[in-house]
């Protein structure tokens, strides 16, 4: 019998993302994971586009224009 083994490529930020959800079902204890997952995940991606903005602002505010580079969750 031959045996292959399964060569895996974990995306960057992939273990933070999930050890992040993970602590947080762990402290808040939802009866419903799925649904708590949603809406974490709607909090963390409306978070990332508000300081995104925030950035950009700032950079403004002190008369530079930079290129802020985004980065998405999923």
């Given amino acids: 019998m ?3 083994k399964i060569s895996l490529i974990v995306p960057c930020g992939l273990q933070t993302l ?3 959800v993970s602590q947080a079902v ?3 204890n939802p009866d419903n994971i799925a649904e708590f ?3 974490y ?3 963390l991606a ?3 586009k508000d300081l995104i903005k925030l950035v950009e602002k700032f950079e ?3 008369g530079k224009v930079v290129a802020v580079c985004s980065f998405k969750i999923f």
Wanted: hydrophobic share 45%; net charge negative; proline share 0%.
């Fill in 2 to 4: 031959q045996s292959s």
């Fill in 18 to 20: 999930l050890e992040g």
């Fill in 26 to 28: 762990i402290e808040d």
């Fill in 37 to 39: 997952f949603a809406l």
């Fill in 41 to 43: 995940f709607q909090d």
């Fill in 46 to 48: 409306t978070f990332q």
């Fill in 60 to 62: 403004l505010m002190r």
